[in-house]
């Protein structure tokens, strides 16, 4: 039960508060949230804060079946399944909440005034690509060991400069090409107006995030290339611990005599 409440207070403050909280700074932050936008950012957090609530429950009840000798919840998910759940509550707690808890504390400490907040926005967003890029190396290892269980990537500098090159240009092109062809394409239509721009801000971020979920799935199918090649070109790991190559070859040293 000590051990219970120990784990279970941390993760109401840092999940569920975190949560909502992460929303609520990480919007500031981005400068989407003034007073124009406040109520639409606060049922969001809101929104956020009650998922991250049903979440923090039934995480408490896995942990009493796990003490009981039950199996959790969640044993048999499909693994992808799994996947989104995972990554989905990191995005929120560990991207956004990195950049919303620089943001927010720099406040809390008085920091961040009228004559530093632009240094501070820097600092949060800074810190929000950082934890972004950790992000995704969490999803590279998530999928490496779901299909490659056991195995590491072995990628060449000319794989990682070319996995650069390509998603660098897609991020820009495609994540912040998409939102902003929504945005500009309303403006050019004269559909965004001073009374629908919050409306268009919505939609062109929706579409944003939506292309950024086909932007990780593209580094996933990649990733997922170069490991197959990897395998293919270095062998197969038997279970004998011999090696298979690519033409079939167990690396084995006995030579047979010409005849």
Same mark, same amino acid.
Request: hydrophobic residues 50%.
């Given at each position: 039960?000590?051990?219970?409440?120990?784990? /279970?207070?941390?993760?109401?403050? @840092?999940?569920?508060?975190?949560?909502?909280?992460?929303?609520?700074?990480?919007?500031?932050?981005?400068?989407?949230?003034?007073?124009?936008?406040?109520?639409?950012?606060?049922?969001?957090?809101?929104?956020?804060?009650?998922?991250?609530?049903?979440?923090?429950?039934?995480?408490?009840?896995?942990?009493?079946?796990?003490?009981?000798?039950?199996?959790?919840?969640?044993?048999?998910?499909?693994?992808?399944?799994?996947?989104?759940?995972?990554?989905?509550?990191? @995005?929120?707690?560990?991207?956004?909440?990195?950049?919303?808890?620089?943001?927010?504390?720099?406040?809390?400490?008085?920091?961040?005034?009228?004559?530093?907040?632009?240094?501070?926005?820097?600092?949060?967003?800074?810190?929000? /690509?950082?934890?972004?890029?950790?992000? @995704?190396?969490?999803?590279?290892?998530?999928?490496?060991?779901?299909?490659?269980?056991?195995?590491?990537?072995?990628?060449?500098?000319?794989?990682?400069?070319?996995?650069?090159?390509?998603?660098?240009?897609?991020?820009?092109?495609?994540?912040?090409?998409?939102?902003?062809?929504?945005?500009?394409?309303?403006?050019?239509?004269?559909?965004?107006?001073?009374?629908?721009?919050? /409306?268009?801000?919505?939609?062109?971020?929706?579409?944003?995030?939506?292309?950024?979920?086909? /932007?990780?799935?593209?580094?996933?199918?990649?990733?997922?290339?170069?490991?197959?090649?990897?395998?293919?070109?270095?062998?197969?790991?038997?279970?004998?611990?011999?090696?298979?190559?690519?033409?079939?070859?167990?690396?084995?040293?006995?030579?047979?005599? @010409?005849?």
């Amino acid at each position: 039960v000590i051990r219970l409440i120990q784990v /279970f207070l941390a993760k109401i403050v @840092l999940e569920v508060f975190g949560g909502a909280g992460a929303i609520w700074g990480f919007s500031e932050a981005c400068t989407l949230r003034h007073h124009e936008t406040q109520e639409f950012w606060r049922f969001w957090a809101l929104s956020t804060g009650v998922v991250f609530f049903v979440r923090f429950i039934m995480q408490m009840i896995d942990f009493a079946k796990e003490i009981g000798g039950h199996a959790p919840s969640t044993v048999g998910i499909d693994p992808m399944t799994r996947f989104y759940q995972i990554f989905a509550a990191k @995005l929120v707690l560990e991207v956004f909440g990195g950049a919303g808890a620089i943001w927010g504390f720099s406040e809390v400490m008085t920091y961040r005034r009228p004559e530093t907040q632009e240094f501070w926005r820097f600092v949060a967003l800074t810190f929000g /690509f950082i934890f972004y890029i950790r992000f @995704l190396l969490q999803m590279k290892d998530y999928v490496i060991e779901l299909y490659f269980p056991g195995m590491k990537l072995r990628m060449t500098r000319v794989q990682w400069i070319r996995l650069f090159e390509i998603f660098a240009a897609k991020l820009v092109l495609e994540v912040f090409g998409g939102a902003g062809a929504i945005w500009g394409f309303s403006e050019a239509l004269t559909l965004r107006r001073h009374e629908t721009q919050e /409306f268009w801000r919505f939609n062109a971020l929706a579409v944003g995030f939506v292309f950024s979920i086909r /932007f990780t799935l593209q580094i996933k199918d990649y990733l997922l290339e170069a490991m197959e090649k990897s395998v293919s070109d270095d062998g197969l790991q038997r279970k004998d611990g011999s090696e298979k190559d690519a033409y079939g070859s167990t690396g084995s040293t006995e030579v047979t005599p @010409l005849v």
